[in-house]
């Protein structure tokens, strides 16, 4: 049951990114790719949540998005300072897998460059 949840929180970080891609204008690839990564980025990297006497590993934006919806942005902070080395490895990582996921998984011809060397 635990898995399913985290599965579907992970699920519902991936959200945002998904739609800059979708919305941004297809002119602007650069600031499109840029963006995507950056939400995927804050919104996926693996952090943990204080549970009791437990921490449970969750997704970034899931304790950005529950300290903003309880209006109590500290969470978020409290959370990068309790395990500081944890997430100075954890954020250039999950930028590196979300450059690569939306970079050559998803391919985009736009960042192609044209026969006159502009690109698309």
Known sequence: MLALMLLA?????TVPSLLIIRFVPRSKARLRYGLAVA???LSVTPSFLASGILA????????LLSSI??????EAF?????WPIWHIISFPLT???????????????S?????????R
């Open 56 to 63: 449970v590993p969750v997704p970034f934006g899931a304790v």
């Open 9 to 13: 929180i992970f699920a519902l970080s």
């Open 78 to 82: 409290w959370t990068l300072r309790t």
């Open 39 to 41: 939400l995927f980025t």
């Open 95 to 109: 930028a590196l897998v979300g450059a690569f996921v939306f970079m050559r998984a998803r391919p985009n011809y």
């Open 111 to 119: 960042l192609k460059r044209t026969a006159a060397g502009r690109l």
């Open 69 to 74: 919806a309880a209006l109590h942005p500290v």
